[in-house]
């Protein structure tokens, strides 16, 4: 990350020459400045009133700047006398500050702005949120930052004292529920975006992880809340650096906002590089998925489609997946034939779905390692990916394997194996028809034979993101049901959301099933206990997997495994945002669906609110068998 690099802005409450205060901020090493698109101080009276007849612009001209400076380089303030005035008793008084509002905004459309900003004082917003919504459904070229400060402003708290009659500080103010009604009203369009104003103290973790769910598209950084170190330079407190970076992971801009209080602006914004820089963690997880944060994949279906050589080569990158199934092997081998054996005993070893022979290599690994004599069978019923087994045994293997090119429920074993060793399991667990598979294959494990893995669990967890909800609203096909996309989950790294309640699991599945009758359909009904005030988007879907005793593979978010990347969490979504308080119990009901053809998931909502089955019957998405 050391190429890493803010995009940074600078605010001017007003300004005298636009192309000298641009050209300043330059120098200082900023990307943009936010400036008032008409002076603060200047009235228009487009209803009633003397200066209804003022003669004259009401802002300087598009020629101080060219076309692309305009479209790149300025972010517009809308006034703010108008946006309180939106929603006042005085029908004068609204319907001049609606006539200015949009002057502004057709004025910013004519501009080719890239944003245009308001800021947000209280929960009373619906006009502002109908008018911002109106524009943006009509097409505009620009974004909505609305700024919301993270702490009430002080007169609004004293306020709020005062028809309370108890000491609250500015947190007490949840202004979260401003941006959330705001953003409600608007319809939770894609280009309205949040301008999270950042206090200089900060609320508790769950509250700042709660604004991160947000789709944060800058965060407003006044002068107020810098410290001074010896040196008489800028700096954050370590909290606020925290913060930073978050911030900076979710991609939001940065603006500094308010009078110096330092020797020269560009401090600030040197700061912020050199904090980002050199305190940015990067994991093998985070690296890989830079470029696929919260971008919508369907789910792989390796019965039905045979996986390209491309798919193969990145699972096989994965450090930790493969170190943890040879381990795995290693031990169970070791148990199996004990050291006194090693010389008269062969393990019979079958990888189920073997690919492109990632785990027969790591198998062979293990029986060398624990000095064992082992024989190999790969199986695996794509033919583009048995050419590469068969040319790994001809060169490296030999006869210590053999290649059978087969399903593995159809293909007649020779011989019954000691351990039974696949990698067919998906984002949920049982999501890519592991348990179908295993079943199936089973019939050639001996009765003490051991599987790996031996069990998995999926787990659930209600998520908070208006970001992946606009992503699956603008997933619509024509040629399905129309509310398939609500009805399909996604295979997702989940990055810009919150998780409202820690997971809980769902399904588990044992191997070898020596159920008489073997059933692979469940039902399970949670419920999760809210601890704030939020909303519903969908459920996050993890697994974890026991490979043998001890050793365990999980994507859950509280035991994840660290370093893999195999498997990204998935999404199932909901066609309504759920509203939640405080105290709440979210309920929902969960199906694993089959019929000889097909497995599915149906899930529903009954509380807080009622939200109906989503996929009956598989009509948006099934998995083939």
């Known amino acids: 990350m050391a190429s890493a690099r803010v995009s940074c802005g600078l605010e001017y409450p007003n300004v005298y020459e636009l192309s000298d205060s641009l050209q300043d901020s330059t120098r200082a090493g900023y990307d943009f400045i936010s400036v008032p698109l008409a002076h603060p101080r200047f009235i228009r009276e487009h209803v009633e009133g003397d200066a209804k007849k003022r003669i004259g612009a009401f802002t300087r001209s598009d020629l101080l700047l060219s076309s692309s400076e305009w479209s790149s380089l300025i972010v517009g303030r809308i006034s703010a006398t108008a946006i309180l005035n939106l929603e006042s008793s005085v029908s004068s008084l609204r319907m001049n500050s609606e006539e200015t509002i949009n002057q502004e905004l057709t004025f910013a459309a004519h501009l080719g702005l890239p944003a245009v900003m308001f800021s947000l004082s209280t929960d009373r917003c619906t006009n502002i949120a109908r008018i911002i919504h109106n524009r943006v459904v009509q097409g505009v070229c620009y974004q909505v930052w609305v700024r919301v400060p993270m702490q009430a402003p002080?007169?609004?708290?004293?306020?709020?004292?005062?028809?309370?009659?108890?000491?609250?500080?500015?947190?007490?103010?949840?202004?979260w529920t401003w941006w959330n009604k705001f953003h409600s009203v608007a319809n939770i369009q894609k280009k309205i975006g949040l301008a999270l104003e950042i206090s200089a103290d900060l609320p508790e973790q769950s509250v700042i992880d709660r604004w991160l769910g947000e789709p944060v598209r800058s965060a407003i950084l006044p002068t107020s809340i810098w410290l001074t170190n010896k040196k008489g330079f800028p700096v954050l407190s370590r909290a606020?650096?925290?913060?930073?970076?978050?911030?900076?992971?979710?991609?939001?801009?940065?603006?500094?906002?308010?009078?110096?209080?330092?020797?020269?602006?560009?401090?600030?914004?040197?700061?912020?590089?050199?904090?980002?820089?050199?305190?940015?963690?990067?994991?093998?997880?985070?690296?890989?998925?830079?470029?696929?944060?919260?971008?919508?994949?369907?789910?792989?279906?390796?019965?039905?489609?045979n996986l390209e050589s491309q798919t193969y080569e990145v699972f096989e990158k994965d450090p930790v997946k493969y170190s943890e199934y040879e381990q795995a092997m290693y031990m169970a081998i070791?148990?199996?034939?004990?050291?006194e054996e090693k010389d008269t005993k062969e393990i019979i070893l079958m990888v189920v779905g073997a690919?492109?022979?990632?785990?027969?290599?790591?198998?062979?690994?293990?029986?060398?390692?624990?000095?064992?004599?082992?024989?190999?069978?790969?199986?695996?019923?794509?033919?583009?990916?048995?050419?590469?087994l068969q040319a790994q045994q001809d060169e490296d293997w030999g006869d210590q394997v053999t290649v059978v090119s087969c399903d593995m429920r159809e293909w007649d074993a020779p011989e019954q194996a000691d351990i039974l060793v696949s990698?067919?399991?998906?984002?949920?667990?049982?999501?890519e028809l592991s348990p179908e598979c295993l079943d199936g294959a089973q019939k050639f494990l001996k009765e003490d034979g051991i599987s790996i893995p031996s069990s998995y669990t999926s787990f659930l967890s209600p998520l908070q993101s208006p970001k992946l909800y606009n992503e699956i609203r603008n997933c619509r096909e024509k040629d399905k049901h129309f509310l398939a996309h609500f009805e399909t989950p996604y295979v997702v790294y989940l990055h810009n959301k919150k998780e409202l309640a820690p997971s809980q699991s769902l399904f588990t599945f044992t191997h070898p099933n020596r159920a008489r009758v073997i059933d692979n359909t469940r039902y399970?009904?949670?419920?999760?206990?809210?601890?704030?005030?939020?909303?519903?988007?969908?459920?996050g879907g993890y697994f974890e997997a026991t490979l043998y005793k001890h050793?365990?593979?999980?994507?859950?978010?509280?035991?994840?495994?660290?370093?893999?990347?195999?498997?990204?969490?998935?999404?199932?979504?909901?066609?309504?945002?759920?509203?939640?308080?405080?105290?709440?119990?979210?309920?929902?009901?969960?199906?694993?669906?089959?019929?000889?053809?097909n497995v599915w998931y149906e899930w529903c909502v009954t509380s807080p609110q009622i939200i109906s089955i989503h996929n009956p019957n598989g009509r948006a998405y099934t998995i083939g068998l």
């Open 524 to 539: 399970k009904c949670l419920q999760f206990q809210i601890t704030e005030d939020n909303v519903v988007h969908g459920f």
């Open 355 to 388: 690919g492109r022979g990632p785990l027969v290599r790591r198998a062979l690994a293990a029986a060398k390692g624990a000095q064992r004599k082992i024989k190999v069978y790969a199986v695996e019923k794509n033919p583009n990916a048995v050419v590469t």
């Open 240 to 305: 606020h650096q925290l913060l930073i970076k978050g911030l900076f992971r979710l991609h939001a801009q940065f603006v500094i906002s308010g009078p110096l209080r330092h020797q020269h602006f560009k401090l600030y914004q040197q700061y912020l590089e050199h904090i980002i820089r050199a305190q940015l963690e990067v994991d093998p997880l985070t690296d890989f998925a830079r470029g696929y944060e919260d971008y919508l994949q369907c789910p792989l279906q390796p019965l039905m489609d």
């Open 154 to 175: 002080e007169e609004i708290a004293a306020q709020h004292r005062s028809d309370k009659k108890q000491s609250v500080d500015g947190f007490a103010i949840d202004t």
């Open 551 to 597: 050793i365990v593979l999980s994507i859950k978010p509280e035991t994840h495994s660290r370093g893999m990347f195999s498997w990204f969490p998935i999404l199932f979504p909901l066609r309504e945002p759920v509203p939640v308080r405080m105290g709440d119990i979210m309920e929902v009901h969960f199906w694993r669906c089959a019929t000889k053809k």
């Open 334 to 339: 070791c148990d199996k034939i004990s050291e």
């Open 423 to 431: 990698e067919l399991l998906g984002s949920f667990g049982d999501n």
